[in-house]
């Protein structure tokens, strides 16, 4: 009997551990947490940014045909809001190459249909901003 008991308890236990695992995760399903792959939009041109920090800003320019992501212009903004000069960040001198990085994210995201790509890695803080700025330009779009 007392084994018995023991095996209760520990089940007890283990139903416990699982309940509480389950409660702790992040259940969060809305629609800003989510890409929007399967999404159909309303045909134009439509702009994003993303947060203004003190280094400057990123800008899309997102174009709709046919409910589809047809093309994505990513720029990199100064604070001043003028479009950095990419010959400097050319990939020298510890500087990423924000001129091609720019291009084949916005390629990926076009082809996936979606905002929701990797960043680039010795680019992060520039590629999630290019991500929120075109973000923000489909949810304009819906």
Known sequence: MRGFKKIVLILLVIV??????????DGDTSEDDTADVDVTYNDGTYTGESEKRE???????????DGQIADIVL????????EVDYDEWDGQ???PNLKQFKDDMAKEMISNQTYDVDSITTATETSE????A????LDKAK
């Open 129 to 132: 901003g290019w991500k929120a």
């Open 55 to 65: 280094f400057g800003y990123e800008f899309a320019e997102v174009t709709i045909e």
């Open 75 to 82: 720029k990199r903004m100064t604070p001043e809001g003028e």
């Open 16 to 25: 416990a551990l699982t309940l509480t695992l389950v409660a702790c995760g």
């Open 93 to 95: 001198d510890d500087k």
């Open 134 to 137: 075109v973000k923000e330009a």
